[in-house]
């Protein structure tokens, strides 16, 4: 997994809350057998025409947010499906970091999988934060995860909470497989012991 | 004396292979059912680094999203749908899996396989790389859905690194009036707490209301627990339970039924066990209701009106109606009976079941779908097709201007050639009025799988209490 440090970059705007996954990628791109390529449709039904051509409002379609990298939104950001393919779709757009009030549960734990981060704030810092990223060529945020600290434009830093494995694995870009598969010998002395309690669970 | 636990920690801590100081565990994972969606990277990732799966036996691949509903005799039309159903066909050879084949009588939806099969049981804890995996916490199981990092995970260990969650109980008091279902039950309390409003948590869903239900009703109750933002959903097992999985193929066998049973009866939440967050609610002040919007939460009684956004709760929100409005091609006042429909859907993991076919059979039967209607029948798998079948209610629906499809998700996310057109609106039991969610542009109201039936009678949202 690719390591999350620090990021400096342009930061979207998208002031919407309860952003579904299927807002985020449509069904009909799930048909993939990879995690590359997603990026073109990230957000399809909202950035491009009926026509396919983009629709030149959305703000993703607009300089110099087709180059950001934070993506700052509202409350329950990523409910519904448990499609990792909207992290894939995030990532190859070039999002490395989503910043809103809160997320659903599999959407957070799915990001954190795949090098992103997330970073919960209470609305009045996601409102300055947005007011930020409105700023065009000056949209410019610096997120530190080490430090635990969001820099906006005119050097104020805000501080965000995050559980500690998650930050240790995005500092050292962990692969969790392999960590857990150092703990086998814990694996094997559980299930020897559940074998023995409940054996109808071993068929 | 210890502490009283419930359902939830009980299932928990008999589960934790390892706690770290900073309260992040190690869990064990008894029961792993995969999907060609959101597999194929999982195994991928296994075969890049070498790795197994770690318990064949506990592991489970149907293939369901992609499927078509039509004739099953030829090869998927669609060549990225095949090469995802062969992947997973692939994939099941590879690595030594069982896998039901898209000809087998028992595929069908992931969620209504595993209990009909008795994979699923009480006091386990269950993933799927699909949101709604939530159904199977019906049984007394910890059952969550996961991403395809996680199914890559539990495929090569056997576990998941979590925290635990909060315990949130919501008990359904007293006992619904006629035409009032599991669907009306769950759509009601999505109303109630908001779609993010079980984040962070898992549900236990208690009260008469609840413990009245049938293990179909159960499900459909469990299967929405992420529309309200839960992960996992929670019935406590009881005589209903036990006598649900007797017998069932992949159950305990015989000679371990009665020490399984002892044990699932130790598992609901002892007397005094506290919870994190509370909610009631009364059944009797349930109606049959509809979705209005592009979120589970917006739901009213079907004898309501399509909300105005000024009188929303803040400006996130009213900008969010609006939105809801001009895509839904609604306007505000509209009477929800006054709302055409083009499609019925009647199917789906949270109302595919025997229960839900027989529900709206019954509205179905003797009347004739309105013209100009397109109404589907999807049987949850090929055991509810042959049950509905048997008992004569192909032919109801048939008689009544239905298809009678094959098993599979079908238009609940129209992965496959079932979908709405742009601007088409159907009256669906499926579990999410998204934007797109059922094809481009497509307009969903969800409802119970009766109101469905009426609608597609009425031509219209319709109150199936009128059809007495």
């Known amino acids: 997994m690719e390591k999350f440090t620090t990021l400096t970059g342009i930061a979207a705007p998208l002031p919407m809350i309860n952003v579904d996954t299927d807002k985020i990628i449509p069904a009909k791109w799930l048909k993939t057998i990879k995690r590359t390529g997603l990026g073109p449709a990230l957000f399809e039904a909202i950035r491009y025409r009926q026509d396919g051509s983009e629709d030149p409002d959305f703000v993703l379609n607009k300089e110099p947010y087709r180059k950001a990298e934070i993506l700052v939104t509202g409350e329950n950001f990523g409910c519904g499906s448990s499609r990792e393919h909207a992290v894939w779709a995030l990532n190859g757009f070039g999002f490395r970091c989503v910043i809103a009030p809160d997320f659903a549960d599999i959407f957070y734990s799915n990001a954190f999988k795949n090098g992103m981060l997330l970073i919960k704030l209470p609305q009045e810092e996601v409102d300055k934060l947005m007011e930020d990223a409105e700023k065009g060529e000056n949209a410019r945020l610096t997120v530190d995860l080490e430090r635990q600290v969001v820099v906006r434009p005119d050097g104020e830093e805000i501080h965000f909470d995050i559980d500690p494995f998650r930050k240790h694995c995005l500092l050292e870009g962990l692969d969790d497989v392999a960590l857990t598969l150092q703990k086998k010998e814990e694996i094997e002395t559980f299930e020897s012991g559940q074998k023995a309690a409940t054996p109808w669970l071993y068929r | ?468």
Request: net charge negative; with cysteine.
């Open chain 2, 1 to 468: 004396m210890a502490a009283p636990k419930t359902l939830f920690d009980k299932i928990w801590d008999s589960h934790v292979v390892r706690r770290d100081e900073d309260g992040t565990c190690l869990l064990y994972i008894d029961r792993h059912m995969v999907h060609e969606v959101t597999s194929a990277q999982a195994f991928e990732g296994l075969r890049l680094s070498g790795r197994k799966v770690r318990r064949p036996d506990a592991t489970l691949l149907v293939a369901d999203h992609n499927v078509p509903t039509t004739d099953r005799g030829q090869p998927i039309a669609d060549e990225d749908s095949r090469i995802q159903v062969e992947t997973l066909e692939k994939n099941a050879a590879e690595f030594g899996l069982p896998y039901i084949p898209l000809t087998d009588a028992r595929q069908g939806i992931v969620h209504i396989i595993g209990p009909e099969q008795g994979f699923t049981q009480p006091g386990m804890t269950i993933v799927c790389g699909d949101s709604h995996t939530a159904t199977h916490g019906a049984f007394g199981a910890l059952a969550f859905g996961v991403g395809t990092s996680e199914v890559e995970h539990v495929l090569a260990t056997q576990t998941m690194i979590q925290k635990p969650a909060k315990n949130m109980r919501i008990t359904v008091t007293g006992s619904p009036h006629h035409g009032v279902s599991a669907k009306d039950i769950i759509l009601a309390i999505i109303g109630k707490i908001g779609t993010a409003g079980g984040t962070g948590h898992v549900i236990e869903y208690a009260g008469e209301a609840i413990q009245a239900l049938s293990m179909e009703g159960r499900m459909t109750v469990c299967n929405m627990s992420i529309e309200g933002g839960a992960r996992a959903g929670l019935v406590a097992p009881d005589e209903t339970t036990i006598a649900y999985l007797k017998g069932r193929p992949m159950g305990p066998r015989e000679d371990e039924w009665e020490a399984a049973v002892a044990y699932w009866r130790s598992l609901p939440s002892d007397e005094g066990a506290t919870y994190d967050t509370e909610v009631s609610l009364s059944a009797a002040d349930i109606e049959p209701l509809v979705t209005w919007g592009t979120s589970p939460e917006d739901v009213l009684p079907v004898t309501g009106a399509v909300p105005d956004p000024a009188t929303a709760r803040d400006e996130g929100k009213r900008r969010s109606m609006e939105r809801a409005l001009e895509y839904m091609g609604l306007e505000a006042g509209t009477r929800l009976t006054d709302i055409p429909i083009q499609t019925a859907f009647i199917g789906s993991c949270t109302n595919g079941r025997i229960e839900d076919l027989r529900a709206a059979a019954a509205i179905a039967k003797g009347r004739k779908v309105a013209e100009g209607v397109r109404a589907l029948v999807v049987p949850g798998s090929g055991l509810v097709k042959k049950q509905a079948e048997d008992e004569g209610l192909d032919a109801v629906f048939l008689e009544a201007g239905f298809e009678w499809r094959e098993a599979g998700c079908s238009m609940c996310l129209a992965m496959n050639p079932d979908k709405l057109a742009p601007g088409e609106r159907s009256a669906s039991t499926s579990n999410r009025n998204f934007e797109g969610r059922q094809g481009p542009g497509g307009r969903t109201h969800l409802m119970s799988p009766a109101m469905v039936a009426a609608a597609a009678i009425k031509g219209r949202i319709s109150d199936v209490r009128d059809f007495d």
